[in-house]
């Protein structure tokens, strides 16, 4: 596809409940980041996935998340046992890296929207 | 590690009147610094970066950013605004690594008054 695509858009969930997103990034772009955000807040850092290095998890906030990127293309984020406070936006991005290495542009899905009742 | 402070919240501007909007890092070496665009309900939206070179760089929108090294800052300016131009703004920063992440800062909320 033209750009970076996630489903569902929206996600309504029961507490308890297992879920799971899901990120399709740009043809050929090798890094590919998840983000959270709050309403009204930043992007909170999750994770980060480039080539065929071990994935930054420095950022998942307890062991109910994971992520996998399967392929080198698609990657899921699956929250298991949900909480409310698990409600938030989830962005993925993709990138090239740049061309003297460091991080590229990264283009941005529509998101994921997650509640949690 | 690196880190990305914008230190305003929320800032409101008359439409027509010029818009500064500050961003400050940390990080030990020149990174690569970004400015994103969030409109209500809508993904980001890169609106300019500097990887090297003109340390004033130019972007979508009319947007433009200064790289200062001295202060550690890129702030980004546009001479007069739009009613179209609220949104969230938000500073990243990048390190100079292949195996590097993008930190993102909190982010700005701008209001245009009419």
């Known amino acids: 596809g033209a750009g970076v695509s996630q489903s569902p858009s929206n996600k309504v969930t029961e507490k308890g409940k297992d879920v799971e997103l899901r990120c399709d990034p740009i043809s050929g772009h090798t890094a590919l980041y998840w983000y959270r955000q709050s309403l009204g807040q930043g992007l909170e850092f999750l994770i980060y996935?480039?080539?065929?290095?071990?994935?930054?998890k420095s950022g998942l906030p307890s062991d109910r998340f994971s992520a996998e990127r399967t392929g080198g293309s698609v990657s899921t984020l699956t929250i298991q046992r949900t909480q409310q406070e698990d409600s938030a936006v989830y962005l993925c991005?993709?990138?090239?890296?740049?061309?003297?290495?460091?991080?590229?542009?990264?283009?941005f899905g529509a998101g994921t929207r997650l509640s949690v009742l | 590690a690196q880190s990305v402070t914008q230190p305003d919240i929320h800032i409101t501007v008359s439409e027509g009147a010029s818009l500064e909007l500050r961003c400050n890092y940390s990080y030990g070496a020149t990174p690569y610094l970004f400015w994103y665009v969030q409109s209500p309900g809508q993904g980001l939206q890169l609106l300019l970066k500097y990887f090297s070179g003109d340390t004033l760089v130019q972007g979508i929108k009319g947007f433009e950013a200064e790289f200062k090294r001295s202060q550690s800052s890129f702030n980004l300016r546009k001479p007069s605004v739009h009613w179209s131009d609220a949104a969230e703004y938000f500073c990243?920063?990048?390190?100079?690594?292949?195996?590097?992440?993008?930190?993102f800062g909190s982010g700005t909320r701008l209001s245009i008054r009419p």
């Open positions: 996935f480039q080539g065929n290095s071990a994935p930054d």
């Open positions: 991005a993709s990138s090239l890296v740049s061309g003297r290495g460091g991080a590229g542009v990264q283009y």
């Open positions: 990243a920063v990048g390190e100079r690594s292949s195996a590097s992440k993008i930190i």
